[in-house]
Each structure stands twice: as C-alpha cells, then as structure tokens.
C-alpha cells in the first residue's frame, strides 16, 4: 500500500517515500486504509511543501547540492577531515560479507545513546535491512592500524538526489575523525553526480535526538538548510489528544528523561512549530 501511496511507516507516523523536492499526494490521508499500513499504527501523518523556499522557516533539510571543495573551508576543519583520512580508509561493502562487523558496530554506536531515545536493535532485522540492496549502499570506515570496520553509513540512491541514511560509528574512534572520513568519502565518490545537479540529503531538522551532527555537516561540509514548511495530520482521536496537552507542554519538558514522555514532547515541538511560522531563532 505504502509504494502505491509514496508514503511509508516510520516511528507512529506515516512519511512521504518521495523525493523532498517533489509534491505530497495530501488526497491520500483522506483514506481510511491510509492509517492501516501493515507495518504498524501510525499517530500522525507528517509531510513539507516549498521545500527550498528564500522565506527562512523553522524547518528544513540539510542538503548538499554543491560538489566538496575541501579548500573551501577553514585550515582546522581541514585539518580534522586529513587526520581521519589517515586513521581511515572508506570503502564500499558488499554487507552481506560484512553483516556481523557492522551489526557490533551498531550496537557500539547505540550504546552511547542516552536511554530516553536509545533504539532498539534486533540482530536479524539489522542484517536483513543491510542485505536489502534497495536500502542503499554501505560505505565502511577500516582502521589503517587493523582493518578493522570502525564506522558505516548507508547512502540511498534515488534518480535526483541521495540519502544518508542508516549509520554508526564506534565512539572510542570519534576523536581520531571517523565521521569526517565517511563523509568525505561519501561525497569524494558522489562529486561527478553533484556537479550534475544531484544532491544529498541528511535528513530533516531533528527534534527527538540531541545531535550536532546536521551542525557538524553544515561547518565542516557547507551542507546548508533547504527551508520549508512543516504540515501535520492526526489520527482520530489523537488530535484532540495533542489539543489538550498542547496548553501544559511547558510542564512537560522537565520529564524529556522519560522515553514516553521523549516522544510526547516531540510531537508537541512540532505542533509548535507549526502553529507558529517564525524563525528558527525563535524557536528554541
């Protein structure tokens, strides 16, 4: 259902499976089998229009549709990205060769996470979603010392753009710059297809995890923010839900520690996002 409907179950939510450049089919939440995916049971339904808008919105994208020069940017981060370039070589794996390498790194990565947002990983899952090879591409990050795997990330292919998506790295090598080696050579190997026209995607603003990372692409990378505008749609019933936790939100925030109240205190950020079109500096 959800190819035919360009939307797909991510988290309690139905996402768009399109390209963030092209327009939401909005018909479709209309359906009563739209909020019947086979996956699970999505609360809310979360989509973006005028993506790329001049108007700076307090949502966005971070995109890079430029190839990487990396004498563009200053002599530390430069510094930084040559230093893991070093540790690190990145190559392309075929994951099926790979699987459980990566899955301990993942639970590595994972392990670092606070438990509020901690995520769940179950070993077949991981390594039937790697082995996918609609999922992507993996580029892994080998230690020059040992050859071991310290580092991954999977970059989906689409006909416009790409998509960093699922990724771990090990935090005891976070300091010797495994993630400006991935990144680097993920953008090295993609640099034809970025002067071309094709960009790639990091993702949308987060909100549930506390992350420098989208920070962190933007300085080091001149990724930068396609600004758009947030839209929301609630399941019956949870709309009046968020109606009436929406007033006391700021009562809730002390109990973010929580992992249900975690994702309460999302959902509500973004119903405040979109009641309240202003600035992302005025959104805190």
């Given amino acids: 259902m959800q190819n035919e409907l360009k939307w797909q179950y ?28 086979a996956e699970g049971y999505p609360l809310l339904a979360r989509w973006t229009t005028d993506f790329d808008c001049q108007e700076q919105t307090n949502w966005w994208y971070i995109i ?23 540790a690190f070589e990145i190559r392309i794996v075929e994951p099926a060769i790979y699987a459980e390498e990566l899955y301990q790194v993942q639970l590595e990565a994972f392990s670092s996470y606070p438990a509020k947002y901690r995520p ?3 070993h077949n899952q991981f390594v039937a979603c790697l082995c996918d090879k609609r ?4 580029f892994a990050a080998f230690s020059k010392d040992d050859n071991s795997i310290e580092g991954f990330m999977c970059v989906m292919i689409h006909e416009s753009y790409l998509l960093l998506s699922m990724s771990g790295a090990k935090p005891s090598q976070e300091r010797k710059q495994l993630n400006a080696a991935l990144v680097y050579g993920i953008l090295d190997y993609f640099s034809k297809e970025l002067a071309e026209g094709i960009y790639v995607v990091d993702g949308e603003r987060s909100i549930l995890h506390e992350t420098l990372f989208q920070d962190y692409l933007e300085k080091y990378f001149g990724f930068r923010k396609a600004y758009c505008r947030l839209h929301i749609q609630y399941r019956q019933g949870i709309k009046q839900i968020v109606a009436c936790l929406y007033p006391i939100r700021g009562l809730l925030k ?16 973004m119903e405040e996002i979109v009641r309240h079109a202003v600035t992302p500096a005025d959104v805190s």
């Avoid at 991510?10 to 995916?37: C, G, R, T």
């Avoid at 890079?64 to 070093?86: A, V």
Wanted: contains cysteine; aromatic residues 6%; charged residues 25%.
């Fill in 10 to 37: 991510h988290n309690h939510a139905m996402i768009p499976s399109i390209a963030p450049h092209d327009i939401v089919d909005e018909s479709q939440l209309k359906s009563a089998s739209f909020w019947k995916p």
């Fill in 254 to 269: 002390p109990l973010s520690g929580v992992k249900p109240f975690c994702q309460i205190n999302s959902v509500l950020k």
């Fill in 64 to 86: 890079k549709d430029t190839p990487f020069d990396i004498m563009s940017i200053n002599t530390k981060y430069r510094t930084k990205i040559k230093r893991g370039l070093k």
């Fill in 120 to 122: 769940r990983i179950d």
């Fill in 135 to 138: 999922k992507g591409t993996i």
